[in-house]
């Protein structure tokens, strides 16, 4: 079975109404044998709120180093994202041997006129998951209500109730209360339910589940656990404190809002129950749990801000949030589903300056027309509509000033659409043969048949991407017009399951995409394929149109800093491969601990460097090698600074880079004279972006599993490149919404960081795809254990790194990190010079 087989069989589940009870579930985990039942579970119910609570708790678990599984609905883009062990998604081959492992079960409860819903069926693939993967702790979010959900089959250790509003008023009750005394059923037999409930609902929760731990502001009704909003600290993050009697916190968190101090008490309240979590790690956990979608600023200027408030209650908090800003107007693009009260939302938010009404591409979808006459009788000024989300952002980006607002709101549905925006890139391939070309379309889920007739047109310029089914449709209808070829994954079209995204593998020579380019450039309509066209101009480098003007679409010219100064002016690899040096100022790194720990012998060591030709000298204190113990802050500050200041005062012509993976020690070093920031853990610290934007610092984001590295970890991946740049873009995100300019983000896939030595050498022999990222690419693979699997020890792997070097280079690695400089440099400019001997000149 494929994976998009599998997929296609979930999604055809949804045909089945939801039915309450657990009895269906608990049937088809009998089937598997009770997977699930040593696993600890935590199950959070709630109206609002609940899938953050989640994610914060969720986060604060692992830092505390549990392994810890997360199961949330709905997905963004991806069904995978449900179901995610220490933040990765399920694999697809483990969706794919889940599928397999209940497919003739479910046919035949099917058949009986009793099959498990699409719900039931994720809910089974995450326990099962958790199960195979052996988490310590499994955190669930509620479907809907508590005492009939999916997820009512286990027994949790801990609980809790987020928020009641009216809500699902057909199925889990009629008042607040009703709703309470539904919900409260997911306590524990052996723990106090933790709720941030009051008044009434509170009162029905208590005579369902006994003991209750409450959460509350420090001006409600005396909680047991006290939650202090304390504003935001910038334009991402909000202050929060956490107290209760023998316990407190004071931290930020990344979800602005006076009800996200809420969920974060809760969330901290419920560590403290699960496990043995400091109140450093809980601080820390918080800080770190990211959740797209759920008041994400994604720019400031201006300010954009996504948010999936679907509901009124869900509004009115949205709206008391984003009155914390400071804005002109406000340019709302809506997309909501027909079961809501779309009236009492329109009056919950702010009234608009403009609106633009769009259709998430959803059955379920309510159609523009209605919520444009909603919002204009609720006295909207502007009210238009376009057919698609991406089309109706664009519109409202090219309306808006640079002090106006864009919010995308009304569903998570609409959020995901407007959010493709920001993460969804063309990956180039590297075709050189027919089995490449076979390859490419068997990771892209491309039926069988549809690969064999395709297979022989992919060997142009091909571009693997992945949208709406819709979009994807019309952009195949088009390229095949053009005498090009395109093949969609399966997943996703089934009949009924239009909306969800699919893989398309476009095949073309230049020509012919350059035609579909200028074909599809104004189209609008429920494809929304403006985004698109941007993206494939930026994957393939075709220039834009004369007027450059496609609705919605970002400045081409190069951003400059205030002294006029671009990033091509500013960084050495903004034009060929830049050589990094390594200097180690440590006693145990793996290659060279020891050997420059003095301040003299390091600063000789960088004279000998720049007299090689290096371009970057990057400053470690602390090593990453497996079983290196980690170094105090102060001390790590104590081994680079002075080193860094020493380069700076011998006037040493490179640009200086500190290794670390403290936000602590890169503010010491910026400020000691460094340029660079390189965090090997890609932004574990939560402090670390924002040292980096404020010293407009260059940034190294490297993807890693475990820093210092894991031995032996076991680490599935579907595609490692792909998996990869599908990490490394919320990382990127991160580090944009700090205020980072992605011409000054560099990436590093993390060549033995939780990758074997055949995935290490895929990603340098895939090296280009990275390029889907749109930010510079580092290699580092200097010596590494991977070198084994061309069978060179320790003290051996000199020649192999240079051969890699040159590999980096060839394949478009704008900077490789080395030990060995003179003969490192050497390859570099020779593979250039390979590629242009007319351009790379020494």
């Keep these: 079975m494929e994976y998009h087989e599998a997929a296609d069989f979930c999604f055809g589940l949804r045909r089945f109404r939801p039915k309450p009870g657990t009895e269906s579930t608990a049937r088809l ?93 994720m809910t089974g693939m995450a326990l099962w998951h958790f199960g ?41 009750g009629e008042t607040e209360v009703e709703i309470a005394e539904d919900k409260a059923h997911v306590a524990p037999d052996d723990a106090p339910l933790v709720t941030g409930v009051s008044g009434d609902p509170l009162e029905a929760i208590r005579e369902v589940a006994g003991e209750v731990v409450t959460v509350g502001h420090e001006s409600g009704d005396d909680p047991d656990v006290r939650v202090s909003y304390d504003g935001r600290r910038n334009h991402t993050e909000a202050a929060v404190s956490i107290t209760a009697d023998d316990w407190d916190i004071e931290t930020r968190i990344p979800l602005p809002g006076a009800h996200q101090a809420a969920n974060a008490g809760i969330a901290a309240t419920l560590a403290r129950q699960v496990a043995d979590v400091s109140t450093d790690e809980i601080a820390r956990g918080l800080r770190s749990a990211h959740w797209p979608g759920r008041f994400e600023v994604m720019d400031t200027d201006p300010l954009i801000v996504l948010d999936g408030a679907h509901n009124p209650g869900a509004c009115e908090t949205l709206a008391e949030t984003l009155g914390t800003y400071e804005y002109d107007d406000l340019h709302l693009v809506v997309g909501a589903m027909h079961d809501k009260d779309h009236r009492e939302m329109a009056a919950a938010l702010p009234t608009p300056t403009t609106v633009v009404a769009a259709e998430p591409p959803l059955d379920r979808a309510e159609d523009r027309e209605v919520l444009a006459r909603v919002f204009d009788d609720a006295g909207a000024g502007d009210v238009r509509t376009e057919a698609s989300i991406q089309d109706a952002l664009a519109a409202a980006l090219e309306t808006a000033d640079a002090d106006d607002c864009v919010l995308v709101a009304g569903s998570l549905f609409a959020v995901a659409e407007a959010r493709s925006r920001w993460t969804v890139d063309g990956v180039p391939k590297r075709i050189q043969d027919l089995e490449d070309a076979r390859e490419t379309l068997e990771e892209a889920n491309v039926p069988a048949d549809d690969a064999d007739r395709t297979g022989e047109n992919a060997v142009h310029r091909v571009v693997k991407t992945n949208l709406g089914y819709r979009g994807a449709t019309r952009l195949k209808e088009e390229l095949l017009r053009l005498g090009g070829d395109c093949a969609l994954s399966g997943h996703g079209h089934s009949p009924g399951n239009d909306d969800e995204r699919v893989d398309a593998v476009l095949m073309g020579t230049l020509a012919q995409f350059e035609a579909l380019l200028e074909s599809i450039d104004d189209e609008s309509g429920p494809a929304g394929l403006a985004d698109v066209a941007q993206e494939l101009r930026s994957t393939l480098e075709i220039e834009g149109r004369d007027d450059d003007t496609a609705p919605g679409t970002e400045e081409t010219t190069e951003r400059t800093d205030d002294a006029g100064v671009t990033a091509a002016d500013r960084w050495p690899w903004a034009d060929r491969t830049a050589v990094m040096g390594i200097l180690n100022v440590t006693p145990d790194s793996f290659h060279d601990g020891g050997e420059y720990d003095a301040l003299e012998d390091a600063l000789a060591r960088a004279e000998a460097m720049v007299e090689a030709g290096v371009d970057v000298i990057d400053v470690g204190g602390e090593s990453t090698r497996p079983g290196a113990d980690p170094v105090p802050v102060e001390e790590e500050i104590d081994r680079v600074v002075p080193v860094i200041e020493g380069i700076r005062d011998r006037g040493l012509d490179a640009h200086v880079s500190v290794d670390t993976r403290k936000a602590a020690v890169a503010d010491a070093a910026l400020e000691a004279g460094a340029d660079i920031v390189n965090d090997v853990s890609g932004l574990e610290d939560p402090e670390m972006r924002f040292v980096a934007a404020e010293h407009d610092a260059g940034l190294v984001v490297m993807h890693s599993i475990d820093a210092p590295v894991v031995p032996d970890r076991n680490v599935e991946y579907d595609d490692v490149v792909e998996d990869v740049i599908d990490q490394l873009s919320e990382r990127i995100l991160l580090a944009e919404k700090a205020g980072l300019d992605r011409e000054n983000i560099v990436v590093d896939p993390g060549l033995g960081f939780g990758k074997s030595p055949r995935e290490s050498f895929e990603l340098l022999g895939r090296t280009d795809e990275l390029r889907a990222l749109g930010c510079p690419i580092l290699i580092g693979h200097s010596h590494k254990s991977m070198f084994g699997h061309v069978d060179r020890e320790a003290g051996e792997r000199l020649e192999a790194t240079v051969a890699a070097t040159a590999i980096a280079a060839d394949r478009g690695a704008d900077v490789v990190r080395v030990h060995d400089v003179p003969e490192n440099v050497a390859a570099v400019r020779t593979a250039l010079a390979a590629r242009d001997p007319d351009r790379f000149e020494w």
């Design 132 to 172: 195979r993967e052996d988490v310590d702790v499994a955190v669930l979010e509620v479907g809907i209500g508590g005492r009939y959900d999916a997820t009512s089959v286990v027994d949790p250790i801990a609980s809790a109730v987020t928020s009641v509003t009216l809500e699902h008023t057909g199925i889990i």
């Design 29 to 121: 985990l009998a089937h598997l044998e009770n997977p699930h039942e040593d696993v600890d579970f935590v199950q959070i119910a709630g109206s609002n709120g609940k899938g953050s609570t989640a994610r914060m708790l969720e986060r604060t678990l692992r830092e505390a180093g549990l392994t810890v599984g997360l199961y949330t609905s709905p997905h963004l883009e991806d069904l995978r994202e449900r179901i995610r062990v220490d933040g990765r998604k399920i694999p697809r081959s483990a969706v794919t041997d889940y599928v397999e492992a209940v497919r003739e079960y479910v046919t035949e409860r099917a058949a009986d006129g009793d099959s498990p819903t699409f719900f039931e069926v």
